[in-house]
């Protein structure tokens, strides 16, 4: 209950009663057995509860509480500006049409005046120099740096003619993230883009809070999802497999004291599944003991995280574990030519939401899609340009689809779009839209210009028993819109 006390008690506001706790724990830990039962120290005892008793009615300190509360109704916003400083009319020719297709807003500056007039009304997410003296762009720096809203990482691209060693140094010095020089390869540029911005489209990180203490749980998930990342909690152990299974958490934060079964124990058991070598286990306790922490490293944990812990701390410590997981995690699971999903981690993912929109009683729509006649598009205009359709494909899908769908590359030209919590008539529309949108797409070729279409297949989950069966029924779908001529979307059920 001491070692309880000494790590909670803090998190909560309670300070001075968890530093009561902790100083009794210490001295019970060091006292001599003989004296448990003397008179003095039971009387010694006593008085120390009495003062935990009296510690314990005083008011937390909740003003970070407070804060962190307030910090919730803040809302974020997706919409993006680039600006653009150029140098000749090149610029807009190839630049406009990409951000459009991209569904960035693009403003475009002749002189270096109007574009620092322009970033002091509002300062864009990332600024684009054209042909530029490099060192005209300290003024341009200078301003951006001292902007409207006081931020000083304004991504900054370079496209400039010359491509040597130092046009590249004196770019990074002046805070570029990337220089291009012409002819701009638009698909790298496109990447780099979202790359840049990426941080804005990431789903957030999902975090699994395991702690028999209810309190503690809430506080940390209450902290966790403050600094921008989803949380599940969990207090009984032995659920744990069935709850990461269904939760997919990019990280473990587990407490080591529970009754019934240790923090070093559930970690034990997460290792010995396979799927789960990888999956980060970050333990919160209040253990200092190095024997202890060695023990509770090899059955499985990566970090200790000591009690109490400051929610930035917390923050950034959980954050920096999950992004990391993230991204070797992305050179497994995902596509390397698209970066979505890849055949195996799409139907996974199928398998999972289905699974959950069947728990919850929701319905889920699935798209197959198809790119319609690449082998033509590979035969005419070579492999390069087929990749960069269904790249181009992919990057669609990215920035139109909501935040809750998911893609994958299934294999080749064909796609699977997942669309939780969507009925057949909102998936039909949403698919459409896309089709359209990529007809729209112009992409130049040395045989000249090329338009692609796709065909897709939709249906929803309703009586699906598996997986399996909803993209039996949905390849199907798939399969009569290629017959009904291609560039069109067919829907059919599960249920039919």
């Not at 940390?220 to 990461?244: A, R």
């Amino acid at each position: 209950m001491l070692h309880t006390f000494s790590g909670t008690a803090p998190t909560l506001g309670y300070t001075e009663l968890g530093a009561k706790a902790r100083d009794i724990e210490q001295r019970l830990r060091s006292a001599p057995l003989e004296d448990a039962h003397g008179v003095d120290f039971h009387r010694l005892l006593k008085g120390d509860i009495d003062e935990l008793q009296s510690l314990s009615l005083q008011p937390p300190n909740i003003s970070g509480l407070i804060k962190r509360y307030e910090q919730k109704t803040k809302i974020s916003s997706d919409h993006h500006f680039i600006y653009a400083l150029k140098s000749t009319d090149e610029l807009d020719a190839f630049l406009t049409p990409l951000l459009d297709q991209l569904h960035y807003q693009l403003v475009t500056f002749s002189t270096i005046a109007d574009l620092n007039i322009g970033i002091r009304q509002k300062q864009p997410d990332v600024l684009i120099l054209e042909e530029i003296d490099f060192k005209k762009c300290l003024s341009i720096c200078l301003v951006e740096k001292n902007g409207t809203n006081g931020s000083d990482s304004l991504p900054i691209i370079f496209i400039g003619r010359a491509n040597t060693w130092q046009d590249r140094l004196e770019a990074f010095r002046l805070g570029g993230v990337a220089y291009f020089n012409y002819p701009v390869d638009l698909d790298e540029l496109a990447d780099c883009l979202e790359k840049t911005l990426t941080p804005s489209f990431e789903s957030r990180y999902r975090i699994l809070v395991v702690d028999d203490d209810t309190h503690l749980s809430n506080h940390y998930s209450s902290v966790l999802q403050v600094g921008g990342m989803d949380t599940c909690e969990l207090n009984d152990p032995s659920k744990l497999l069935d709850v990461i299974a269904e939760f997919s958490p990019d990280l473990i934060l587990m407490d080591i004291s529970m009754p019934g079964c240790s923090g070093i124990e559930a970690a034990a058991i997460v290792r010995q599944q396979s799927r789960y070598t990888n999956l980060p286990i970050v333990y919160l306790s209040a253990e200092k003991t190095l024997n202890q922490q060695l023990a509770a490293l090899r059955a499985g944990g990566d970090e200790f995280l000591h009690k109490p812990i400051g929610e930035f701390h917390l923050q950034t410590a959980v954050s920096i574990r999950a992004k990391r997981f993230r991204e070797i995690n992305a050179l497994l699971e995902k596509d390397g030519l698209t970066g979505l999903l890849n055949h195996t981690n799409i139907k996974l993912a199928l398998g999972r939401e289905l699974a959950g929109a069947q728990r919850q009683g929701k319905t889920l729509a699935l798209a197959m899609i198809d790119i319609d006649h690449f082998k033509s598009v590979n035969d005419l205009y070579g492999h390069l340009v087929g990749d960069r359709v269904i790249r181009s494909l992919g990057r669609l899908f990215s920035r139109r689809l909501r935040k809750s769908d998911i893609a994958g590359r299934y294999g080749g030209e064909e796609f699977v779009v997942i669309l939780p919590y969507t009925d057949i008539v909102e998936a039909e529309k949403l698919i459409n839209e896309l089709r359209v949108s990529f007809s729209k797409l112009v992409f130049n070729t040395d045989n000249g210009e090329l338009n692609a279409t796709f065909s897709a297949g939709i249906s929803v989950s309703g009586l699906a028993q598996s997986a399996e069966m909803l993209l039996s029924v949905t390849d199907t779908a798939l399969y009569k819109a290629k017959e009904s001529g291609r560039n069109c979307v067919v829907v059919s059920s599960v249920d039919e």
